[in-house]
Each structure stands twice: as structure tokens, then as C-alpha cells.
């Protein structure tokens, strides 16, 4: 679908862990301003997908291109510009304020100076409603406000691309829905996101596609509606009957 706008393609992609065959011949376009929702069981493969988008795992065979350039692992800087991530349990520096977490990047690898980095963080930060925490340390902030302090930070790096790996997961029930908001209107703005999530809602709200994985195979990629109320494949069938 829509071959010109591809942002990232995956074609014959393998990866191994030593003898385990974590991902087995993955096939996928992502289009801009698309929002894809990867679901599957526990040690399907979703982690290990989005990690070989910025190259925090290396893939063994096949093709990743990212804008059309093959993802090479001896040049991640290109890439990891590009793409940003945003992990279950935040990964915030712990001994740095809010604002120091967010400057660093930009300040280092954009060259921006502290004020124009400043500026920049302040912008994000009021973007996901939390600009009056910016000289808090990470740790006076609940789970919800770390996960939108840590999606701030990938934002003040302007990427392309967003990359989600559960990030709800490791949030109190009543600090999700703050989280997900904040995803929903970035994806109304239009910012191609692609979120590792067992949040189902969320999935029938935003997503264009779902893709479900089980042991390493992409087995199903459906919007939404589909995938969920009328999944073709047996495998997709019993998990959704499990978690629905
Ligand atoms: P998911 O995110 O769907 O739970 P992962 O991508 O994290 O799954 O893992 C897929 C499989 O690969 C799991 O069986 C996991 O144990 C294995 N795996 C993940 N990372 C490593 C690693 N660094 N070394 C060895 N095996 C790994
Ligand atoms: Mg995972």
C-alpha cells in the first residue's frame, strides 16, 4: 500500500538469539502518518521488531530501509535521530531534572545551545501538559508524568517516526489513560507512531493497522475493526479469546 510514502520497510527480515529464531522472515511497510498497534503474546517478537527499527538490536538477514535508506548497523547515529522510542519504564536519567533529560539530547547531538535547547523542551513539555514539573527530578514525578516527561523527550529530538514498547505497562490502572491521551492526540496530529500495546481501546481508537505476532511470524495485519471482530487466522482467534 501506498509505496511512495513508506517509511519503513522490513523484507525478509530474520533475527536470531543465538539458536532461537526470534524473528522469521518479517515483511512490513509502515507508511507516514501511520499508526500501527503490534499485539501478540509475551515473547512473540514485538519487542525485538521495534528495537531493530533504531537499532538497538541488529537483525541477521533480510532488509530494514528507514526513508528509503538501507538501516545500517555501523551507522546508527542516522537513524536513532530519526526514530525515537519510548520504553515501559520510562528511562529517564534519575539524577537529572526534568528539563536537564530533555536538553541533553538536543544539546549534544542537534548542537543546540542551552537556551535554544531550553526553549525547545519548555515547548514539548507544555505539549504533554507537564511544563510547570520542569525542575523536578524524575523521582518526585508519578509513573503517568515520567512516561509523558520521557514521550517529550523523544519529541524535542523531532522524529520522524515514534516508536512505543509497552508503555503503559509498568503505569498504576489510573495513571494509563493519562498516557494514552497524550499518544491519541499525537496521533491526531499526525505523527507516525508504532506502539507495542495490550491497550485494546486504544487500538480500536487510533490504530490504522494491527499486526499480531506470535513466536517471531507476523500472522495477521488488519485495521482494527477487523482484526478484532473478524480475525481470519486460528492463531489470532485463541488470543483474542484470551485477552478480550
Ligand atoms: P515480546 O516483546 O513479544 O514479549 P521479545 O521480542 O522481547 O518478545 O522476545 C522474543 C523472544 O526472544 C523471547 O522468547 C525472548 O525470550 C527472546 N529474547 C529476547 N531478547 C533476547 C536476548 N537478548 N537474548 C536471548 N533471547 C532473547
Ligand atoms: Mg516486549
Not at 22 to 31: R, W
Request: glycine share 6%; net charge negative; proline share 5%.
Amino acid at each position: 500500500m501506498l509505496a511512495k510514502d513508506e517509511i519503513i520497510t522490513f523484507t525478509e527480515v530474520n533475527k536470531w538469539y543465538g539458536e532461537f529464531h526470534a524473528l522469521k522472515s518479517i515483511n512490513l511497510s509502515i507508511h507516514k502518518g501511520e499508526r500501527l498497534v503490534i499485539c501478540g503474546p509475551s515473547g512473540s517478537g514485538k519487542s525485538t521488531l521495534i528495537r531493530c527499527i533504531n537499532g538497538l538490536e541488529q537483525y541477521d538477514s533480510g532488509q530494514i530501509t528507514v526513508n528509503s535508506h538501507l538501516l545500517d548497523p555501523k551507522n546508527l547515529k542516522a537513524v536513532r535521530g530519526k526514530v525515537g522510542m519510548v520504553f515501559q519504564h520510562f528511562n529517564l536519567f534519575p539524577h537529572m531534572t526534568v528539563l536537564d533529560n530533555l536538553t541533553l539530547a538536543p544539546r549534544r547531538t542537534l548542537g543546540l545551545s542551552k537556551a535554544e535547547a531550553e526553549t525547545l523542551a519548555i515547548q514539548y513539555l507544555e505539549r504533554v501538559h507537564i511544563a510547570h514539573q520542569a525542575n523536578k527530578f524524575p523521582g518526585q514525578l508519578s509513573g503517568g508524568q515520567q512516561q509523558r516527561v520521557a514521550i517529550a523527550r523523544s519529541l524535542c529530538m523531532k522524529p520522524d517516526i515514534l516508536l512505543f514498547d509497552e508503555p503503559t505497562s509498568a503505569l498504576d490502572p489510573e495513571m494509563i489513560h493519562e498516557v494514552l491521551d497524550v499518544m491519541k492526540e499525537l496521533a491526531d496530529e499526525g505523527i507516525t507512531m508504532v506502539c507495542v500495546t495490550h491497550e485494546m481501546g486504544f487500538a480500536r481508537k487510533v490504530a490504522d493497522r494491527v499486526v499480531f505476532m506470535d513466536e517471531g511470524e507476523i500472522v495477521e495485519i488488519a485495521p482494527p475493526a477487523l482484526l478484532f471482530d473478524q480475525p481470519q487466522n486460528t492463531r489470532t482467534q485463541s488470543f483474542l479469546r484470551k485477552i478480550l
